[in-house]
């Protein structure tokens, strides 16, 4: 009896003793899956592109995989909300956002009852927007500006200025033609022929009246002796 007494004491004992160790265990085990899930360190967001989209994804590594409702905020106005289960690897949701360069978004994580607060430092976006530049039309090239001799006509060669003496010979040339070929007035050639001065006119009257007087005269006795014969 005493013996058996004594076997039920320490099978007593050692189921105590297993009993404190398994709660010991499961507190760990507890106390380490809720301060992992409690890390907000555990979620991470980036800012990428997607050709020429913009996107922002947001990464759990949760090795409790408890569900956590992820949303993401751009100056207080909500963009997106998406729930993610976490893995040790991670888990990576997309959220399609046509963010702006350095835009500054706030990612907030809740998963009950462990967190409830943004991700530490807001996501910041890159200087470079997704959107590649529209290719520009190729600068037109300026028409070729046509060269002189095809635009303008050729110039004649100039001609050499005349010398002085030739100069001189044309514009003389002229004034001497001019002289011998104009008609002098009568008078004047007659008077530079004979010599004679300017009493020539009134000698020439008086041998008219002269001549006229004689051819009376002469008229005058014809006309007498024709009639002194008729008698």
């Given amino acids: 009896m005493a013996v058996l007494s004594v076997s039920r004491r320490t099978v007593a004992r050692s189921v105590r003793a297993l009993g404190v160790v398994s709660a010991s265990a499961a507190l760990a085990i507890g106390v380490a899956g809720n301060a992992a899930a409690c890390n907000i360190s555990e979620f991470s967001a980036e800012a990428k592109c997607d050709g020429d989209k913009g996107i922002i994804t947001v990464t759990d590594k949760d090795p409790a995989g408890v569900p956590a409702t992820i ?7 909500q963009v997106g909300q998406q729930v993610v289960k976490g893995t040790r690897e991670g888990t990576t949701i997309t959220f399609e956002e046509d963010w702006k360069p350095n835009a500054e978004y706030r990612i907030h994580v809740e998963a009950k009852p462990y967190v409830n607060e943004d991700i530490k430092g807001n996501l910041t976006t890159p200087d470079t927007g997704c959107k590649k530049d529209e290719e520009q039309p190729p600068a037109e090239e300026p028409e070729p500006t046509p060269s002189q001799s095809s635009t303008t006509p050729a110039e004649e060669p100039e001609q050499p200025a005349p010398s002085a003496s030739e100069s001189e010979s044309e514009s ?31 000698i020439a009257g008086v041998a008219a009246a002269l001549v006229a007087v004689g051819g009376g005269a002469v008229f005058f006795g014809m006309r007498r002796r024709g009639a002194n014969s008729t008698s």
Avoid: I, Y
């Fill in 71 to 77: 949303t993401v905020f751009l100056q207080d106005k």
């Fill in 172 to 202: 003389t040339a002229p004034a001497a033609e001019t002289s011998n070929n104009a008609p002098s007035p009568a008078g004047e050639s007659n008077l530079a022929e004979t010599g004679a001065d300017s009493n020539t006119g009134l």
